[in-house]
């Protein structure tokens, strides 16, 4: 068959939040129509879906936190609130005929590679023939339990932020939370206010940077409505902040980090007057080695009259409570689990093999990498959107899933007019990225003495090294020479099972 005309390929795109929402727009956009939605949920919103845990807010102010083709006027804070990104999702989503061809309730179970295509069985026994996969799945969707004796043994009730039960009623009840990072700080900011007593159990204390919420108000709002350029320019203005004063101190050091520092610990001091509680709210490690907390209120929290912060260590949890290893014993009425992700699932647990059969637990047993971060070696035409190494470090992942969605359309461009008969970065190049990414980590706070999210099972930070400007230029082009330029046919037989559209 000749290739001389535009081919037009069936893609299934996984996940319907925010990156899922924006892949089905930008692919419609490149006259792409056979598109495949498919969400393991009820409806789409992603992670804003899942987490509505009391206080839940983007740490990332609101105005930056949207797409760049439609702003939001309609912001109620400056840090936006779950429920009104969540509502904002929806809106996009519907607007841009998005909602319409998701498939709802139904997540992949198989995903195989062969042929020249990919082999797609969902959890409702469907089967799709796809010629390109895109995994919008996200990075902080698999809650971590924390493998503490005794968990399963307590009687009261019990529950991760990310599954909140909202049917438990907290006022007056003695509550404990597990856990001091961004989530749990917007929780206990939160629910000190009504708890008979809240107990905080840290095992690593947080910096924290004080950054005062706004509320816009009516006038606020009117002044944005219909008035896409000028919610434009008040994106770009919080992006310019965070990416030269927040982003550049944690990945370049120098005055920057010195003064990120010097803000930081003295919003501790200003805040926390006691010294015995300051010395144990103050952290033994360099300032953004862990995810920074931006709050202007968990110190005080903390310093409620009903609150407790208990350091001394979890030593067991009973059916009553949690016994500490200096011998307390903390007697509960609810217990929140605020213990983060397994931020290296990714895909999985989904049965994924590339090709000859490799698993993705076979090509990540020794370590979690990927090309450019969307680009997996030994699995053609596949894209992991946010995968491993995107700069996702307090800014806004839509303008990062922006950056990589543009980029995985050039290359499945290359793919429809014939330039690469399947989408595979080699090995060798996933090699020479992920070395330059090493050459690049000394430099940064990540590598500043903490334990966090951000290091894979080696202690290397799975994050970008370099500025946010260095990343969007080199992710304008593809590098053509870093893909395999031979492969099978793309021109395959008919296949019997459905084609994603």
């Known amino acids: 068959m000749a290739i001389n005309t535009v081919k037009n390929p069936a893609v299934v795109v996984i996940g319907a939040g925010m990156t899922g929402i924006l892949m089905g727009i930008k692919l419609r956009e490149a006259g792409i129509d056979q598109v495949t939605i498919l969400e393991k949920a009820d409806k789409v919103g992603g992670t804003w879906r899942e987490n509505t845990y009391p206080g839940v807010a983007c740490d990332v102010p609101a105005h930056m936190y949207t797409y760049s083709f439609q702003g939001n006027p309609e912001w109620r804070h400056r840090f936006a609130h779950g ?25 992949v179970d198989q995903c195989h590679y062969r042929d020249g295509q990919w082999y797609l069985t969902t959890s409702k026994g469907n089967e799709l023939v796809a010629d390109f996969v895109i995994a919008a799945t996200g990075i902080l969707h698999h809650p971590a339990y924390p493998d503490i004796q005794g968990l399963d043994s307590f009687t009261g009730a019990l529950f991760h932020t990310a599954r909140w039960d909202h049917s438990v009623d907290l006022r007056g009840k003695r509550v404990g939370i597990i856990g001091t990072g961004s989530t749990a700080a917007q929780v206990i900011s939160e629910i000190s206010k009504t708890a008979g007593h809240l107990t905080i ?31 434009d320019k008040l994106r770009e203005r919080y992006a310019w902040l965070m990416r030269n004063t927040f982003t550049e101190a944690v990945s370049s050091g120098g005055w920057r980090h010195a003064l990120l520092s010097w803000r930081v610990k003295r919003h ?53 409570g949690v016994a500490t290893r200096d011998g307390a014993d903390h007697q509960l009425d609810v217990l929140v689990l605020a213990t983060g992700f397994h931020p290296f699932n990714f895909m999985r647990p989904m049965d994924l093999t590339g090709r000859g059969g490799l698993s993705i637990d076979q090509a990540w047993s020794r370590k979690v990498q990927a090309y450019r971060s969307v680009c997996l070696p030994g699995f053609p035409n596949f894209f992991l959107m946010l995968g491993p190494n995107s700069p996702v470090g307090n800014y806004s992942v839509i303008a990062m899933s922006e950056v990589q969605g543009d980029y995985v359309l050039k290359l499945i461009d290359q793919w429809r007019q014939g330039q690469l008969q399947e989408v595979e970065a080699t090995e060798e190049a996933k090699t020479r990225f992920n070395d330059y990414l090493k050459q690049g980590m000394g ?36 590098v053509m020479d870093d893909f395999h330029r031979a492969g099978p046919a793309w021109c395959m037989p008919g296949q019997p099972a459905e084609k994603a559209a």
């Open 443 to 478: 430099s940064t706070a990540w590598v500043g003495g903490c334990q966090s999210w951000y290091l894979d099972a080696d202690g290397v930070p799975a994050l970008w090294p370099y500025s946010w400007n260095q990343w969007v230029r080199e992710m304008a082009e593809p």
């Open 201 to 231: 159990f840290q095992r690593t204390p947080q910096w924290v940077l004080g950054v005062p919420d706004k509320i816009y108000g009516e006038h606020d709002k009117a002044r944005l409505r219909g008035n896409q350029p000028l919610m």
């Open 83 to 107: 429920d009104e990104i969540q509502a904002y999702f929806e809106k996009i989503s519907g607007e841009y005929g998005i909602t319409g061809r998701v498939r709802f309730n139904e997540s």
């Open 268 to 320: 501790l001091r200003k805040s926390v007057r006691d010294p015995a509680l300051r010395a144990r709210l103050t952290p033994d490690y360099k300032v953004g080695c862990k995810r920074l907390i931006f709050s202007s209120t968990f110190y005080a929290a903390v310093q409620r009259p009903n609150v407790t912060l208990e350091t001394a260590g979890i030593e067991r949890i009973s059916a009553s």
